[in-house]
Each structure stands twice: as C-alpha cells, then as structure tokens.
C-alpha cells in the first residue's frame, strides 16, 4: 500500500499554484486555498487557474481544519507586505475588512492575514512557509519563532545565512494550464519546425514604477554589449503571442524587475528557449539551470528545444520545486508520511 502526505495549501496570492501541482505529482493529496476570485467569473485567467486548481487538488479545506495535515504550506508575499507597510503604499487598494485571505494589494490586510497564519500554524505538525516576494527582505520574523516551520524564499542570496533556503520559482499559471491541461499541439512549435526571426526576445514590461529605470537600464546595456544581435522587444502583447515571439527566438532576455527573479524564466525554459541573462545577480537559481541559462550568447553550446525543456521540467517545473520544498521540510516525496484516516 502507498503512503501519501496530506497537504493543505494556502495561498491567497496565487503564486503558490505550480507547487500544488508539483506536490500532487510527488503523490501528496493537496487541498489548495488560493485567491478567492478563482471561485468567481472574474476573467480568462482566473477560470484557467481555478480550472488547473480543481483538476489537480481537492476541495479546499474549511478554517477548521486547516491544520489537520501532515504539512501545512503558507505561499505568501510577507516582505512586500511589510515593504509596502513602512513605506505606506497601495493602503487605498480596495480591501474586505475582517477577510485575512482576500486578494489585495493594500499592506492593511497584513497585520490579520499573519496573525490568522500564525494561528493555524501552531496547530499543524509540520508548516512550510514559502516567502513570495519580489523584495528580498525583510522577512516576517514571527515565522522564524515556529519550531516545526521550513522557511523559503524566492529572493534568497546564493550566500545567505539565517534559517531562510531560496526557493527559486516563479510560475506564470496561464502557461501551467497549458502545460498542464491542453495539447501539446496547441502551444509548442517542435524544434525542427522553428524559424528563428530573432536572437533575443524579450516579453514583458519594460517601465513600471515598482522597477524604476532597471530594467530599461539593463535593455541599453544588452544592446550596447552585443550589437550585432537582432532583438525583438515585446511589451503588452497578448499570451498567444509571447508563445510565438519565444518559440521564433534563440534566447529569451531575462531583465531584472523587482526582484532578480521573473516569469521570463518559467516562460522561455518550458518553451524551449534557452535564457539569456547578460548580468549576474546575487539570487540564487535552481540547480541544474546553469546550462540553460547563459551570460554570453556566443558561449551557447546549442541545445535543442526538446533538451531545453527537459531541463526545465528537471530543474525548474512544478515536480523541482515541490521536491526543493519537501526535502528542506524534512519530508521525502514518498513514503514517510502516514495517510490520516
């Protein structure tokens, strides 16, 4: 007989939706709390996501039992909550007063939001706290007082010291439905038919106010170093045609934002698509991506676009992070949990 970990997921961000995924693949029964608009007709996106979180876990678990699980995994985004607190930002976001797991971008929601974290956390037997954030700190230091908590975060420094692991992945959910629940027919451009119209591309927002000038700083200063590459800038298009642009370029261009870490990984990689990331950064990347995330694209040894995305499914899809967070939890992907009931 197999045994299989209960997991309850919370996640009133959504960024936490590819984990689920990748837990259930890992053969756990997820019950998966995301942001409550999935449960309405709030737009093609979030029917998508709410479609992918029905397909692949269970009905989300009522406030009472929460913390009747083998893990309990907290997805949030707690130091831009507290960034956004002290420099008082977004606090006329509209927001539910009294609903800690409400989707807002307003900071006031915090204070409830992590005093109803805490207390389901104390009663589950093992917690996992997963720190979403494009700023790399401060982190919520109420979660380092748990004693049975695994803490993550996405912007976590290769050489960083303390009780928070990096957890370098960042899903864009539209790709992970079609990934996950349309053919492959429909979205992926075999290598042997692709027609290269480009060297790099980039897909994404180039001014933001939460960037700043970055990442236009960082467009000059690709373009200054490697001339005689053609670029394709690609900024408000539709998703149907970043799965163009990406599949009809050699590299995808990585560009910092808010933080060092971005869709443009996730997007890129499960498309085929080497990454060109043309300036280090201090944040850690998973492990194995070093041969498919490249600083020099003349040093690029050619994989194909199947081997590119092979890696990605190794070193970065659902099933990697999920077993990045299973193993810092303690736990094995199979075996060591007992099925409650």
Known sequence: MAWHGHVHLLDP?????????????????????GPREWNCEAGETHRMCGELARRFTGEPACESELG??????IVDVFADMLDALAHRLNAHAPMRPGDPLQSTSNPLVYPGRLRFWLEVAQRAPRVAVVDMSDAGGPHEVASELLPQAAL????????????WRPFPFLYNNVLLWLEHLRPETEWWVP???RRFVSDWAFCGTIDHVRYGDRRRRALARAVQRWPRLRGALATQIPFVDVLRVLQATKFGLDL?????????????????????????GSVA???????VVVADPYAW??????AVRSIYARSY?????????LAGAGAQAHGEWAAHG
Not at 15 to 33: E, K, S, T
Not at 256 to 262: D, F, K
């Open 285 to 291: 990347l998973a492990e194995g991506l070093e041969r």
């Open 317 to 325: 899809g659902p099933g990697a992070a999920a077993a990045v967070l």
């Open 13 to 33: 961000t959504g960024c936490g939706l590819g984990l689920a995924v990748g837990l259930v693949g890992h053969g756990h029964a997820v019950r998966y709390r």
């Open 152 to 163: 993550f975060a996405r912007e976590c420094a290769r050489d960083a010291r303390g009780p």
């Open 68 to 73: 009747d699980c083998d893990l309990l995994v």
């Open 301 to 306: 040894e050619g994989n194909d676009a199947q």
């Open 191 to 193: 290598g042997g038919q």
């Open 256 to 280: 910092p934002g808010a933080g060092e870490l971005c869709f443009r990984v996730h997007e890129s990689l499960a498309l085929g698509t080497p990454v060109l990331r043309p300036e280090p």
